[in-house]
């Protein structure tokens, strides 16, 4: 499935000498997406490969943005990522259900 941007809405304002850009997204694929996936992905015990999540750019965007990591830190990005699909408000998102 690819992972394509849900963007719907971009606007941007001038503050004094600021620009604000702000996008709006619909994370309603998302959640399609990862219904789809958990109803026809192979994620069964031996495998060597899991299917863990689809999960937005933009709101991956988001979380590496409130945790103040930096792209170039993958180490970093990855754990934002990992903490972020185990939490429950984010359950929805992950197609594989274990822990890792």
């Known amino acids: 499935m690819p992972s394509l941007s849900n963007k719907i809405k971009e606007t941007v304002t001038f503050d004094d000498d600021k620009m604000i850009i ?3 997204f619909d994370g309603s694929q998302m959640l399609m997406d990862a219904e789809y996936a958990r109803q026809h992905t192979e994620n069964s015990f031996a495998s060597d490969k899991k299917y863990v ?3 937005d750019m933009g709101l991956v965007n988001i979380w590496v943005k409130e945790a103040g990591v930096s792209w170039t830190d993958t ?15 984010f359950q929805d998102l992950r197609v ?5």
């Open 53 to 55: 999540a689809n999960v």
């Open 96 to 100: 594989w259900k274990g822990t890792y």
């Open 75 to 89: 180490p970093a990005v990855q754990e934002v990522i990992k903490r972020k699909l185990m939490s429950n408000e």
């Open 22 to 24: 702000k996008n709006t």
